[in-house]
């Protein structure tokens, strides 16, 4: 079946760097995304990544393995409005979202 | 990025009636719509996949005819949410793909409560 894993919660410092992991099985691949989402509003996009490698945009960072079926979120300098929640959603050969639980990230001063 | 529009963002309604959820694509075609239904503190549940001018395909668990979809053309999906009941109230998001191959743009999401 088709599956994405991802911590429930994580809880980091203000100024701090946090990784959040995500590990996805499908049917086929097609990409490998992240969403942020704060509580009662719609996610909006973060990340795409097809091939393996590191992918950086400002102080938001994403991995991904294919051959490890292994992606991850890097946050630096963490700053208090990035608390929210983290969407981790694997494309598979029909280009259909598989979406994971999300993980919940707080920050504190 | 590409805008998407969901109207409206919040709705009461009373049990047994019926709400109209409109999603617009502002400044692409999106050939393929995208409707889910996310319950707090839970993750995006696809409902159904729209395509322009074809029906709708509905994710297991899904009733066609209580949640009906029309994508009668390339900016513009609805959802009608019929008979509801507050088992029905959740947050309904829409998303809207042009070629279905990278990216997905979300509305703002509805929050419908039913009462």
């Known amino acids: 079946g088709q599956n994405i894993d991802q911590p429930t919660e994580m809880t980091a410092t203000e100024g701090a760097i946090v990784q959040i992991n995500c590990t996805y099985q499908?049917?086929?691949?097609?990409?490998l995304f992240w969403y942020q989402q704060h509580a009662g509003e719609a996610p909006t996009f973060l990340s795409y990544?097809?091939l393996d490698g590191l992918e950086e945009k400002g102080r938001f960072s994403s991995f991904l393995s294919r051959s490890k079926g292994y992606s991850y979120l890097l946050l630096k300098e963490l700053q208090m409005k990035d608390s929210a929640s983290y969407l981790c959603a694997a494309s598979d050969s029909n280009y259909q979202l598989i979406w994971g639980a999300g993980t919940k990230l707080i920050i504190k001063p | 990025g590409a805008v998407v529009s969901q109207h409206p963002s919040r709705v009461i309604c009373k049990s047994g009636t019926s709400v109209k959820i409109e999603c617009r694509s502002l400044d692409f075609q999106a050939t393929t719509m995208f409707w889910y239904r996310q319950f707090p503190k839970q993750s995006l549940m696809l409902m159904a996949t729209s395509n322009e001018g074809s029906k709708a395909t509905y994710e297991q668990g899904v009733e066609k005819d209580k949640f009906l979809i029309n994508h009668a053309s390339l900016t513009l999906s609805t959802l009608t949410v019929t008979s509801a009941h507050p088992e029905d109230s959740s947050f309904y998001i829409c998303s809207a793909a042009a070629g279905g191959i990278t990216e997905a743009f979300f509305g703002q999401g509805t929050r419908l409560t039913v009462v």
């Open positions: 990544n097809v």
């Open positions: 499908t049917s086929g691949f097609n990409g």
